[in-house]
């Protein structure tokens, strides 16, 4: 693998190669990606533990929903080249995280926002009808795991206090010794695959709607800590509030301001039972 890298990233940056297109093309949304509230506490290694088992829960239906679809279009044209499921693939690791964060019953308790389940639905649309999008969902997620993603394993590690590497799983890219380098080959595959100027067009949209549905799923995921940090201070004794708020796969619309006056609505119910109870 590593001579075959090696021959495979010399080959000269050109600015008709899809891999500098695209990264041009999403460069104002990366930054808008960085700063999210949620890849802020990142950066500021003030990320919580709740923060990070959200992130996980939602990572796990992404991966999940972008790994079954390139295990599925694994010979298409537009995804066989850049189809590295031994070096990249996430959804074992996440699970593995999953389990050591909320026990073997992860599945019952894990829950993600509407923005989750609009990114994984859309995801399995292009896998049935434009495959050849697959390389933009791929390039967002793999390529930022591979990039700034090495740096924030580091920092959840210190910010949630974890002794080991246990959590971590995520993070960590066994099948890649070198990050720099395999992210050169993935580069010279994605310029390999052969695309109509219309395919190259849509490859290039998607990937700026890769990024927006992972800004709306921080975004919704910051809503969902908000609303329970509310109850909390509201006198909620539960001590993990977001199991209590949303079962597992619900689709839960936190921006609601009917949602939002309904919970206010039964936080007063609940003050005012115990008021009446202790009278
Ligand atoms: C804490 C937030 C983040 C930081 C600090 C960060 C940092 C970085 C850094 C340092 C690079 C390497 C740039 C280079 O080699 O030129 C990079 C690349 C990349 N990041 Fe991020 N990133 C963050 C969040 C994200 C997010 C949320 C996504 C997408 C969901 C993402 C997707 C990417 C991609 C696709 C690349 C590869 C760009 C390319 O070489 O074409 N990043 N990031």
Not at 86 to 91: N, P, Y
Not at 105 to 124: Q, S
Not at 133 to 153: E, P, W
Request: aromatic share 8%.
């Amino acid at each position: 693998m590593e001579t075959l890298m090696k021959t495979q990233t010399t080959a000269e940056v050109t600015e008709r190669d899809l891999s500098e297109q695209i990264k041009k093309v999403t460069k104002d949304s990366h930054v808008r990606a960085e700063n999210t509230e949620l890849m802020l506490s990142f950066q500021r290694g003030q990320v919580s533990l709740r923060q990070y088992k959200l992130l996980l829960s939602s990572l796990y239906k992404i991966y999940q929903a972008l790994e079954e679809e390139l295990d599925r279009n694994s010979d298409h044209p537009g995804v066989a080249p850049i189809y590295f499921p031994t070096e990249l693939a996430r959804l074992d690791s996440i699970k593995k995280d999953l389990e050591f964060f909320y026990g073997q019953d992860w599945r019952e308790k894990i829950a993600v926002p509407v923005a989750t389940k609009r990114y994984c639905h859309r995801l399995r649309q292009i896998g049935r009808e434009n495959p050849e999008f697959l390389v933009a969902h791929a390039y967002t997620r793999y390529l930022g795991d591979l990039s700034g993603g090495q740096i924030l394993g580091r920092i959840t590690q210190r910010s949630i206090g974890l002794k080991s590497n246990e959590g971590l799983s995520f993070f960590g890219f066994p099948g890649v010794s070198s990050p720099n380098l395999f992210k050169q080959l993935y580069r010279s595959r994605m310029n390999s695959v052969d695309l109509t100027e219309e395919q190259r067009n849509g490859v290039l949209e998607e990937a700026v709607r890769a990024f927006e549905f992972n800004i709306q799923v921080f975004d919704d995921l910051q809503k969902m800590l908000s609303v329970t940090e509310t109850q909390l201070q509201n006198g909620s004794t539960h001590s993990e509030p977001v199991k209590t708020l949303q079962p597992s796969e619900t689709i839960i619309i936190t921006s609601s301001p009917v949602l939002m006056m309904v919970l206010g609505l039964l936080v007063a119910l609940a003050t005012l039972t115990m008021v009446f109870y202790t009278l």
